[in-house]
């Protein structure tokens, strides 16, 4: 089925700590996930993304992992600072005829507390 | 490089009436998406372009519904006739090709009385 489930879909921390995200896919075929940060009023903007054949991406502060036997992946942010705080959406590409597309999770407004 | 470029910011319709969006994609993006978010949740794909082409419509209500991407390069979208739930923001994306990272415009924000 065409089902991209993101939890918590509300989080919020401590400046400094760090906050992760966690999202389920249901198409084993699926072999790209991408994450957007949409700040309110804001276009979605991608942050970070990963290939089914990795099981794991850092970007500075930012790193995605993936478990593929599990059909999960998730999002960790490491020192979380005001600036974070945002919606963030996991998506996955979902096999279609003749390719894939992509759908999105539900969201998770993410709060970093000065 | 430009970004996605999208029109009108915002539009308020009553219901029945029609409304078109505006889209011009980044330039040698040959895959064009429009999506629909309604407030709280994720974007929805609506339709997706592969050059002049739709690949991907499944989620388009076609009654009402209807979008075109002449030449394989700007792209509107038309709802006709708008109802209460349409009511949303309607974002535009481009990428290289599908399966790639997608840059999104600014969106429409659609308000309908």
């Known amino acids: 089925g065409e089902n991209v489930e993101q939890h918590p879909s509300t989080l919020s921390v401590q400046e400094g700590d760090s906050a992760v995200i966690k999202c389920t896919y249901s198409d084993s075929a699926s072999n790209y996930f991408p994450w957007y940060k949409q700040e309110l009023g804001k276009r979605p903007q991608l942050i970070i993304d990963i290939r089914s054949n990795v099981g794991e991406k850092k970007d500075q502060r930012i790193a995605v992992t993936l478990n593929k036997t599990a059909k999960h992946f998730s999002l960790h942010i490491t020192e979380t600072q005001p600036e974070d705080s945002a919606v963030y959406f996991c998506?996955?590409?979902?096999?279609?005829?003749?390719?894939?597309?992509?759908?999105f999770g539900a969201g998770t407004r993410l709060f970093v507390k000065a | 490089e430009a970004g996605v470029a999208q029109s009108p910011r915002y539009k308020i319709i009553e219901k029945r009436q029609s409304v078109a969006f505006w889209c011009n994609p980044i330039?040698?993006?040959?895959?064009l998406y429009w999506y629909q978010q309604i407030l709280g949740q994720g974007p929805k794909l609506l339709i997706q372009?592969?050059?002049?082409?739709?690949?991907?419509d499944s989620q388009l209500p076609k009654d009402r519904f209807s979008a075109e991407r002449l030449k394989g390069v700007d792209s509107t979208l038309k709802i006709q006739p708008a109802k209460l739930e349409d009511s949303a923001v309607y974002l535009c994306?481009?990428?290289?090709?599908?399966?790639?990272?997608?840059?999104f415009g600014d969106g429409t924000r659609l308000s309908i009385l």
């Open positions: 330039s040698g993006h040959a895959t």
């Open positions: 994306a481009s990428s290289l090709a599908e399966n790639q990272p997608q840059h």
């Open positions: 372009f592969q050059n002049n082409g739709v690949v991907d």
């Open positions: 998506a996955a590409s979902i096999q279609r005829t003749g390719g894939f597309k992509t759908i």
